[in-house]
């Protein structure tokens, strides 16, 4: 990230970190609550059926793959968004690109399994990440040390995915429990990347980065929650 005409906000005083974070969670909260209300368009509308029909007519890991792409183009997209439009931009076209990739594996949560799964899986990953987020944030501690194993964790996964489409393997209960940790050190790695190095003006793209890795978290719990059912 080109912090060369920007501080990062670690370097400023109590104030104008308050006011960064509180306009990061800010915009984080609007995120989720923004894709939830697509979300929620998509099933009352009668768009959900068919678009997982439309999705699940392929091959699933496919659809796997495109999460975990879209995950990286997330994170590239917020070091690169200088613009408040620009990051505006990317966040919105993430959070639809997530909901519309999400649509299949809800509709299979709530027919397979019953709408409550989604529920309690959303509630799981809003714990996890506070309590990732808490450790962050009380300890000071820096995790910028986690970031070449969530890099080649998503790289590792997306070869799995890959390997699972061309020889027909299942990746089971195993890969989505994997997965999680790694979206732990994810939300690790990207707390302390938006305390540590982003300006103050960042905001929009430091609450963009948040949400790849709730949205990367809460997929793979939901997974997990369906396969115990």
């Known amino acids: 990230m080109n912090t060369t005409f920007a501080p990062p906000v670690a370097a400023l005083g109590d104030d104008a970190r308050a006011a960064f974070l ?8 609007g ?29 699933w890991l496919l659809v796997l793959g495109g999460f975990v792409i879209v995950s990286w183009f997330a994170s590239s997209a917020a070091v690169r968004a200088e613009s408040k439009a620009a990051q505006y931009a990317a966040l919105g076209a993430f959070v639809l690109a997530e909901a519309i990739i999400f649509v299949p594996l809800l509709v299979l949560a709530a027919v397979n399994v019953g709408p409550s799964v989604i529920g309690a899986a959303a509630w799981t990953t809003l714990i996890g990440f ?13 995790f910028s040390f986690l970031g070449g194993l969530v890099k080649w964790g998503m790289g590792l996964a997306l070869v799995a995915i890959v390997v699972g489409v061309l020889t027909g393997f299942n990746l089971g209960t195993w890969f989505s429990v994997a997965m999680i940790g790694l979206a732990g050190a994810a939300i690790l790695y990207d707390t302390s990347k938006v305390l540590n190095e982003y300006p103050e003006d960042r905001y929009v793209a430091a609450a963009l980065t948040l949400f790849a890795s709730v949205a990367l978290m809460f997929w793979y719990v939901l997974r997990l929650f369906m396969s115990r059912r």
Not at 22 to 29: A, D, N, P, S
Request: net charge neutral; proline share 2%.
């Open 22 to 29: 509180v306009r990061t969670y800010t915009h984080l909260l």
């Open 31 to 59: 995120a989720i609550l923004l894709f939830a209300g697509i979300e929620i368009f998509f099933f009352t509308s009668g768009l959900a059926i068919p678009m997982a029909q439309a999705m699940l007519g392929v091959n």
């Open 130 to 142: 506070s309590v990732l987020t808490a450790i962050v944030f009380f300890t000071g501690k820096d």
